[in-house]
């Protein structure tokens, strides 16, 4: 990967976000080191700025405001953002700051989970970041969410009042005929999105989708902006969960 010191010479940018602090209903920490990792003997032929976000370990609304502002600056670049976590808390600040910049921009969010669920103590941790976004720009045709396996009770009470569009797992290849947008798009993935073989180290490992079938929702998609999220090294003694996230992160530059 040739590393570039001036965006100017740059056709990405990778931001890493190392944190865990969003994580607050599991035990299974482990995302702080991920971006390090997934970036370790990256090869691309790219031109790719990497930059990094210092994050609060004490402080999740200030780790936040650090991203948001950092995404804001790197923004002013045009060039395609693909920020590397971290749990998934800190997509909220990078897809906020670029909303606010392009008010037409569309996500997707490929994820095992709706993470709908309502905050806690006013925090935006990782399982509450869609219903959160709903409060900061984003309308309910502006989001698509594909790959689910698990709605929790209390985001189906959620759903009875809103209507999004949800491919479970066993249809993504309805969502891969039917998607098509002509706006800028962000796309999220969760890496808890694959199978359990393929990446049994993240927090909750509840995917059902192969990791060829993700590399082909990256094709379809072709997002202007990205991030990959919950990889958790220290739960991944196969490395199945860090070869997927680099394979993955390999379609995001090659789309």
Known sequence: MSKINSPKEAEFIFQKLPSDMGIHRNPRKGTLKA??????????SEDVLVDEVFVDEFDLEETHN????????????????ISLGGDHSVSFPVIK????????????????????????????????????????????????????TEIDHDEREFLEKHDF???????VGKF?????????????VDIDVLKEEDAPGTGYPDGQLSIE??????????????????VAPPFDETSNTLKASKKILHSLVKK
């Open 213 to 230: 079938r993700v590399e082909k929702v990256v094709e379809k998609v072709s997002p202007d902006h990205a991030d990959i999220v919950e």
């Open 97 to 148: 700051s670029l909303k606010q910049e392009n008010p037409e921009m569309k996500l997707v969010w490929l994820d095992a989970h709706l993470d709908l669920k309502e905050k806690v103590d006013g925090n935006v941790s990782h399982d509450v970041v869609v219903r959160e976004l709903l409060n900061h720009g984003f309308s309910e045709d502006e989001i698509v969410f594909v790959g689910v």
């Open 176 to 188: 891969m005929d039917n998607y098509s947008s002509k706006e800028k798009t962000y796309l999220s």
């Open 35 to 44: 971006p390090e990792r997934i970036l370790e003997d990256f090869e691309t």
């Open 66 to 81: 650090r991203i948001e502002e950092n995404t804001e600056d790197l923004a002013g670049y045009d060039l395609p953002i």
């Open 165 to 171: 569009d949800i491919y479970m797992a066993d249809e």
